[in-house]
């Protein structure tokens, strides 16, 4: 029984490069969510994706921030010209979707970012 | 729209006594309610989950919490607290539709004493 997984687990950058994170959700789950979480704070919704469909996007995500999951399996989300103010943890969670009720979310371990 | 409050940032038990973290919530429709346990850098564990069935909820680690709608709140509590209950819990609201966004509290943080 593997759950969501997320790569890598932690992750240094220097402010103006570009860093891309990978999600692997359970694999029968059709929705999969990204959320970022600060210190002290619960998490905030980024966006979310209906297999390859991306469904919705927080106005938390600038146009520096862009999410992709190509064939409705693993996702991708990558972060361009960092600022300090990116600094935070990153969680993916996925669900399954089969008669439009809200279903668990299942977290993965987060990658935690730090921009220096 | 939703939200959620959580009374207290930081709680400190002594091991065996009874842990209560408060949950109070806002939605405008029929919600779901959710509590999550985080512990240190891992991502989150759903505890219970409460979906318009019985008002009390029955989790994982021993863990309840009771739907209360005329208090809008949605406590949790644990009889007996160990050492390996310390972290971070979130409670969480939603609609009932898989469209509906999960809206998280800030967390309150659970200290065991031994």
């Known amino acids: 029984d593997t759950g969501v997984s997320q790569d890598p687990r932690h992750k240094i950058t220097k402010r103006g490069q570009n860093v891309t994170f990978r999600c692997d959700p359970i694999s029968e789950h059709n929705r999969l969510y990204w959320y970022r979480q600060t210190l002290g704070q619960g998490p905030e919704f980024l966006t979310y994706?209906?297999?390859?469909?991306?469904?919705?996007k927080s106005r938390l995500l600038s146009d520096r921030f862009s999410a992709e999951r190509p064939k409705g399996s693993f996702s991708t989300l990558e972060i361009q010209r960092t600022e300090q103010g990116d600094s935070a943890m990153y969680l993916c969670?996925?669900?399954?979707?089969?008669?439009?009720?809200?279903?668990?979310?299942?977290f993965g371990p987060g990658t935690r970012l730090l921009v220096l | 729209a939703q939200s959620v409050t959580q009374l207290g940032s930081h709680v400190s038990v002594s091991e065996g006594a009874l842990v209560l973290l408060r949950c109070n919530y806002s939605s405008s429709v029929p919600p779901y309610l959710f509590w999550y346990v985080q512990y240190p850098n891992q991502g989150l564990q759903l505890l219970l989950k409460?979906?318009?069935?019985?008002?009390l909820v029955k989790g994982i680690n021993g863990f309840e919490a009771e739907f209360k709608k005329s208090e809008t709140s949605f406590h949790l509590t644990k009889p007996s607290a160990h050492m390996s209950d310390a972290a971070e819990y979130f409670c969480?609201?939603?609609?009932?539709?898989?469209?509906?966004?999960?809206?998280f509290g800030p967390g309150t943080s659970l200290s065991v004493i031994p």
């Open positions: 409460y979906t318009s069935a019985a008002t």
């Open positions: 969670a996925s669900s399954i979707d089969r008669d439009s009720y809200q279903e668990t979310q299942y």
């Open positions: 994706f209906q297999n390859e469909a991306q469904l919705e």
């Open positions: 969480a609201v939603s609609g009932r539709t898989s469209y509906d966004k999960v809206i």
